[in-house]
């Protein structure tokens, strides 16, 4: 059998003979630094999806804290929020009453949450949006679909229907927001924005209108139809599920 038949575990043995001595699996390596130095090489190697959740977690962890045993802090973190995309959606103060974690390693794991919701608004961003709507969605999904409280945002958008801007206008309870037509409007035109999408969540899950957001849509649209700003959707974010009021005929 040839060398590289023989090593177990790796869709590309090529790849592994590009890392350096130190990371390459099977090389005999004891303590903390060693088991990173396999993760390394697994993650290199073998890709993401080699690598578990709570891997993942230690992973991201290694870099804050870096004379710490990370394990013990992921599987803690797993177990308090379920899995790793909750872990990095948590809150600021919910992570830090996780024993061990501490600011640099909570400020490691909402750095993973900025840079996924970047590279999300980045397949969005200066794009028709009503063409990428799968985008957009996935996009509102890693924004809103966590959060524990309701965020109302508006989509400002172009005359060519491409994404100028998305702006959080309120924030509230986990059941209420307070919204403005005229702010919205009002921005709309600052931006020189011709039409808008609305965008709010529900900490509950579910995405089901209630009589006042259908209420609060008919105003808006009213108040931006009068200066000729085209509302073109109500989007209702729930944790994994969402609703159009477009294409629900609600609007």
């Known amino acids: 059998m040839s060398k590289r038949a023989a090593t177990p575990g790796f869709a590309d043995v090529s ?3 590009t ?8 090389k005999p390596a004891i303590g903390t630094d060693g088991h990173r130095a396999r993760l390394r090489a697994r993650l290199l190697a073998a890709g993401p999806d080699a690598i578990a959740e709570h891997e993942l977690i230690e992973m991201v962890l290694f870099l ?5 045993d990370t394990k013990p802090i992921a599987r803690a973190l797993l177990a308090k929020f379920g899995s790793y995309a909750s872990v990095i959606s948590a809150s600021v ?3 830090l009453s996780v024993e061990g974690l ?17 590279l999300a608004k980045a397949e969005v961003l200066y794009r028709p949006v009503l063409s990428n709507w799968d985008r957009l969605m996935e996009y509102l999904q890693a924004v ?14 172009d005359n060519r229907n491409r994404l100028l801007a998305d702006e959080q206008q309120a924030q509230g309870t986990v059941n209420h927001t307070p919204v403005y037509p005229r702010e919205i409007v009002r921005r709309a035109l600052e931006l020189h924005a011709t039409a808008i999408i609305l965008v709010h969540n529900h900490p509950s899950g579910d995405p089901s209108p209630s009589d006042d957001d259908i209420s609060m849509t008919r105003e808006i649209k009213q108040a931006a139809s009068a200066l000729s700003i085209v509302l073109h959707d ?3 974010v729930g944790n994994g599920r969402w609703l159009s009021f477009r294409k629900t005929g609600f609007l």
């Open 102 to 118: 501490g600011e640099a390693g909570v400020a490691a794991l909402k750095i993973v949450q900025a840079s996924a919701q970047r």
């Open 144 to 157: 809103l679909a966590r959060e524990k409280v309701e965020q109302f945002r508006v989509l400002f958008l």
């Open 64 to 68: 804050a804290l870096p004379r710490r």
């Open 234 to 236: 109500h989007v209702i």
């Open 93 to 95: 103060p919910e992570l």
């Open 15 to 17: 790849l592994l003979e």
């Open 19 to 26: 890392l350096s001595p130190e990371i390459r699996p099977g």
